[in-house]
């Protein structure tokens, strides 16, 4: 197949393909990109490759074309790219399950494989709320979570996003109505937990979940808080009688610091949703894992299955990624690359924080975030982060990184400078 002139190739894109967040037709004009390799992403018609900012959204974290995750894929693929998982197992599968109940917080004993982040969201609040129905509580149906988070795009995960000022502001009034608390606050204060105590109270008897990202908020506006509030949502969720689900799409395999953001607090949740980086951003896939007491909550009910079944479930060629992709992180000195990286990014954006414009700078483990007082313009932000020879993707009033691990201290530095000059041109 011969290329395609780049001109005619963004012309198609312009007039076919939806993109994420788009219009239709296309409005904005997106890179080109040939290929990638390290932290590198080589750019049609640009002489120079750009350092890659963004670990294409969490996931990414070891780099792109690594020897290691493609051998992987390229060893299952000889043997078989999928078959079904319907009355079929395969090793990939297994063993994957296998090393997410083992590195996931204590008690987090059965795995439901799904095809994204959205899906295992879903597949979670099914558990939730089938394992109120199976012990005769059929009203225990709502979800409460807090302000500014996010949880994916379809149904259910859009009615637990920020209901203001966010993507699916729309949809307010047709999706399911939740019970939202306020945003939780950066330093742990004592009245916020009585706040979350007395809404979990109050709504006890129709809750059948509480569902947060833990100690980061992504998409919702990356916003970082105490994990504090993770013990305070465990004691009362255990007080009232009302299920924890964490959302770790983003948070997990290492990203703030610790494997989960959820071993900050030393909390186990009842149900837990891992994604983005669990295939090292070589496949999509997610998984949600929960307890026991779930399973046999669910097992024990008038219809004693979860039913959900993606035909994609379980795809040995993203199961066998995942596992190496686990294996290379667990297999290295992670939390020294992730404190190198903060260190490096916390240098880095320290000048953000005297440019004018700019609200807030924050850094935890390998993500840096420099808030503005404005909304940013996209266009002029991408264009100042690309002549520093950096990807990023700006979005409403935040410049931020979250770099793959294997980012050297140059190009973290590279990084930095490109996010400071985002935020001073957007
Ligand atoms: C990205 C994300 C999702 C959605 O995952 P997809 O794979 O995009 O469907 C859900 N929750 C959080 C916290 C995320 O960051």
Redesign the pocket.
Known sequence: MPDLPVSELLDLDRRHVWHPYGPMPGRQEPLVVESASGVRLTIAGEPDELVDGMSS??SAIHGYNHPVLNDAVRDQLGRMSHVMFGGLTHEPAVRLAKRLVDMSPEGLEHVFLAD??????EVAVKMCLQYWRSLGRPRKQRLLTWRG??????WQ?MSVCDPEGGMHELWQGVLPRQVFADPPPVAYEESYADHLRSLIERHADELAAVIV?PVVQ??GGMRFHSPGCLRVLREACDAYGVLLVF?????GFGRTGALFAADHAGVTPDVM?V??ALTGGYM?M?ATLCTSRIAEGISRGEVPVLAHGPTFMGNPLAAAVACASIDLLLGQDWQTEIKRIETGLREGLAPASELPGVRDVRVLGAIGVVQLDHAIDMTAATRAAVREGVWLRPFRDLVYTMPPYVTGDADVARIARAVCAAAREG
């Open positions: 959204w969490w994204s982040g959205s899906v295992s969201v988070g996010y949880h994916g795009d379809t995960p990202e992504g998409a959302d770790e799409i983003a948070t949703c994604g983005k999509t997610a």
